[in-house]
């Protein structure tokens, strides 16, 4: 016997079904020499005549017929694990690495991560917080949040989170004792807190650019401790609106005119379409972009 090719089983089923070799032909989009090769390669591989051949087409054969609920059975069989196999390719589960710097991971992030759980509670979230691009390509992250401008690296899908305006934000204690700016030149003179590190090392010389006379007495290594002198009144902080527009401690007096950060979705193009991997990306430009409406 010549070895079984489960594939030439539809070819037999669709001419029991319908009696010809032709009519078989047009419901598989195949010719109809197609149909009669693979018909007697399963007759072959089997050792029995399934079909009589006549001017009037196909007959079953008794032999046939007594096969033919295993035939269909293998049909079944092979349906039933095509189902099996995309169900598992839709199942959302796994440990999915998300990484971002600290003030998104901490204030954009943080409050979606659990209605994200609640949602696909088979997955387990990492998060790495760091400044550093981590190499998507090499495997060192799943997902990363980026601000800044769109990502060009190659092989890579950046999904845009939207723009965020740069405001001045100050502590109530702090607008008490130095009064609250309400222009871009109302700023010169007050104190800031600067970055000497990543993105806010570039937020102090954009501050510095437009407004020549403003003081950096104090500079963190930590965004976090950026924003917790802040809230301590040492002085007032350029922080992207979309994440602290209702910060407790903080408010913004003075939106810098012009200046915006964009945040993006970054992922591999090999990584896009798994099933955790899409799904996050789904969920985190949905809910990222209903709280910057709210």
Avoid at 40 to 54: I, Y
Avoid at 187 to 207: K, M, Q, T, W, Y
Avoid at 210 to 232: C, E, F, K, Q, W
Wanted: hydrophobic share 45%.
């Amino acid at each position: 016997m010549s070895p079984l090719d489960w594939n030439d089983v539809r070819f037999a089923l669709a001419a029991a079904r319908t009696g010809s070799a032709l009519t078989a032909a047009q419901a598989l989009k195949v010719s109809q020499p197609t149909v009669g090769r693979r018909i007697a390669a399963l007759e072959t591989a089997l050792g029995v005549t399934l079909f009589e051949r006549s001017q009037t087409g196909l007959r079953i054969t008794d032999q046939g017929l007594l096969l033919l609920p295993r035939l269909e059975a293998v049909e079944a069989a092979a349906a039933a694990l095509e189902v099996a196999a995309r169900a598992e390719g839709r199942r959302v589960s796994g440990v999915l690495r998300v990484t971002t710097n600290e003030i998104i991971a901490n204030y954009g992030l943080a409050p979606a991560l659990r209605e994200f759980r609640a949602q696909y509670p088979q997955v387990q979230v990492e998060v790495i917080v760091t400044d550093d691009r981590l190499d998507l390509a090499a495997g060192e992250a799943d997902v990363a949040i980026r601000g800044g401008a769109r990502p060009t690296e190659a092989g890579v899908f950046a999904r845009r989170l939207g723009p965020s305006p740069l405001g001045v934000y100050g502590s109530e204690d702090y607008y008490a004792r130095h009064g609250r700016p309400a222009s871009v030149e109302d700023l010169n003179g007050h104190v800031f807190i600067g970055g000497d590190s990543g993105p806010f090392a570039v937020l102090e010389r954009i501050i510095l650019g437009i407004v020549p006379g403003a003081r950096i007495d104090y500079r963190t290594s930590s965004p976090l401790n950026m924003i917790a002198n802040a809230r301590h009144g040492l002085g007032l902080a350029v922080l992207p609106a979309a994440y602290f527009r209702r910060e407790p401690g903080l408010s913004a007096c003075v939106e810098l005119p012009g200046i915006e950060v964009e945040d993006w979705l970054v992922v591999h193009e090999r990584m896009r379409h798994v099933p955790r991997v899409r799904a996050f990306l789904d969920f985190a430009a949905a809910f990222e972009a209903a709280r910057r409406r709210a």
